[in-house]
């Protein structure tokens, strides 16, 4: 069964270094989103991705935070100087066409721990 | 509230029992979704339920979907110790193309 991948599966940081994450979503979908889950708290949106640009984004997504989708396969998301708050879980996902009716699958996630 | 609230916060219960978790949510919905989430992993999804769809049902899972009452329920029946885990709904409004996570029901299964 298809499935969205990332990598790292967990990277350590120094806090101000750029960080690269990585996703690989599923070859036909359309749709793609990083969310990220600060420790013990609640999955929250960043970034949506449709027709190689951004279609929303939240608050939290200032301008650190930058997404690509460089070839037809990945799609990252860099932090350009890291903060220790960024620490947390980066969850890639990717949706098949538009909406309703169709579920968003998620990646396994990367840890992120700036130092 | 928050869109997409879970009720309880935290819930413990022997093996073998029924677990009940409770969603509300504010806006209108296309779908919205059941997730579980093992400590400090990743998500995996369980069960989707449309706008239209008033109960589903995926092996020991069973969901209901009250529009009228902006509200969800997830049943895991018969409990076994691996359904030890946080549990998130998350709703996916109408006209937005995010998906909103709830804070999560953690739920633990007494041997």
């Known amino acids: 069964e298809p499935e969205v991948t990332q990598t790292p599966s967990h990277q350590v940081t120094q806090m101000g270094q750029e960080v690269i994450l990585r996703c690989v979503p599923i070859?036909?979908?359309?749709?793609f989103y990083w969310y990220r889950q600060i420790l013990g708290q609640k999955v929250e949106f960043l970034v949506s991705?449709?027709?190689?640009?951004?279609?929303?984004k939240s608050e939290i997504f200032d301008d650190q935070f930058s997404v690509e989708r460089p070839d037809g396969s990945n799609f990252t998301l860099k932090i350009r100087s890291t903060k220790l708050e960024d620490s947390a879980m980066y969850f890639c996902?990717?949706?098949?066409?538009?909406?309703?009716?169709?579920?968003?699958?998620f990646g396994p996630g990367t840890r992120l721990t700036v130092l | 509230s928050q869109q997409g609230e879970e009720d309880p916060q935290a819930l413990s219960i022997q093996e073998g029992e029924n677990a009940t978790m409770n969603c509300s949510y504010k806006?209108?919905?296309?779908?919205l979704q059941w997730y579980r989430q093992n400590s400090g992993r990743g998500l995996v999804h369980l069960i989707l339920?449309?706008?239209?769809?008033r109960e589903k049902h995926s092996g020991r899972l069973r969901v209901t979907l009250d529009t009228s009452k902006k509200s969800s329920s997830l049943l895991i029946t018969a409990s076994r110790a691996a359904d030890t885990a946080s549990y998130f709904c998350?709703?996916?409004?109408?006209?937005?193309?995010?998906?909103?996570f709830g804070k999560g029901t953690r739920l633990h299964i007494l041997p």
């Open positions: 991705f449709y027709n190689n640009e951004i279609s929303e």
């Open positions: 806006t209108s919905i296309n779908n």
């Open positions: 998350a709703t996916d409004p109408n006209r937005d193309d995010k998906i909103i």
């Open positions: 070859s036909n979908h359309l749709y």
């Open positions: 996902a990717s949706r098949w066409r538009d909406p309703p009716y169709n579920e968003q699958f």
């Open positions: 339920i449309r706008s239209n769809e």
